[in-house]
């Protein structure tokens, strides 16, 4: 393996920690006008379906919006067992149990 | 209790604590065989254990490492593997964001150190419990998502992968399926919906078009920013305990 290794390693533990630590450090301790506690309240909403919708609907880099596409069943059934509150490693366990099965049989 | 970290009265956070770690229990399965996957496949591409290990605990961002090792094995320069974790990663500027006002009164020393642990599976656990989000339930699970990952890499260091391929048995989907049924659960008020919707539609457009993670940090930008600026400003205080 090449030498520099560690040096990587190094320079992408800082990059990590300064995308993370910056804003945590410094929205910390300020009071923040209501405009901007809307913002960080909408924030999760926005960011948690873009980080599972293109997971279930964009494979290879196309679209997978067809009914053979295990995922959106899957998401279809842990969505729906969720809204009614089903418990949350339950209602995951069923929905990654269906896209299993389903990629089974394909 | 630990005594001492926080200035202010706060409740008994032992009990948070470990209700953060049992919310994120439908994840630790999942995280812990992906760590047992990287720790298999950066072996094999060559890194020692100890680099292994070095990266699991210091980076702790296991997307960008998964991208790392091959960049690593295939000769790519240093300079484009950290930049390309950077923007991997950039989507934490939004976590951090959102996270960082339920932490006053935490000694600086402390913030330093729970920054580093920043992940998207606690994130999304602590936002779905409450807003703002609960401290203590999001160092639960926090702590839980880092033992498992960094065990499943030094698993999967001694034993190679236990699964060659995790997504015969769906374990991939876990991921996808928190984030949504954690979305489902905050869905309260139509504007909800709206903002939900909107950002579904446009990281999937996004995805389509840009390489790599950037329809995370696009999306989640833009849809925010865009919904706070329409939306009455009532909204801001509105707290929705679960």
Known sequence: ?106 | MTPGLTAGARPPCAATLREGVVASLALVPSVFVYGTVFGGLAVQAGLTVAQVLGMSVLVFAGASQFVAVPMLAAGASGAAIVVTTYVVNMRHYLMAATLAPSFRGFRRAWLVLIAHLINDESFAVAVARSRPPDPWIYVGSALAICGAFVGGVGVGLALGGLVSEPERYGLDFAFPAVFLALVAVQLRHRADWFVAIGAAVLAVALALVLPGNWHIVVTGLVVSVVAAWLLPLDAADREDPR
Do not use: C, E, K, Q
């Not at chain 1, 209501?34 to 980080?51: G, Q, S």
């Not at chain 1, 997971?55 to 196309?62: F, I, P, S």
């Not at chain 1, 969505?79 to 990654?96: M, T």
């Open chain 1, 1 to 106: 393996m090449r030498p520099d290794v560690w040096v990587v390693i190094v320079g992408m533990a800082v990059a990590t920690y300064l995308t993370r630590a910056p804003m945590f450090l410094a929205l910390a301790h300020r009071p923040l006008p209501p405009r901007v506690r809307l913002w960080l309240r909408l924030v999760p909403l926005a960011v948690l379906p873009a980080l599972a919708v293109p997971l279930v609907l964009v494979r290879d880099g196309r679209l997978a919006l067809g009914w053979r596409n295990p995922a959106l069943w899957g998401a279809a059934v842990v969505f729906v067992l969720a809204a009614r509150r089903v418990n949350l490693l339950a209602s995951v366990a069923v929905a990654v149990a269906v896209v299993a099965l389903l990629r089974a049989l394909a």
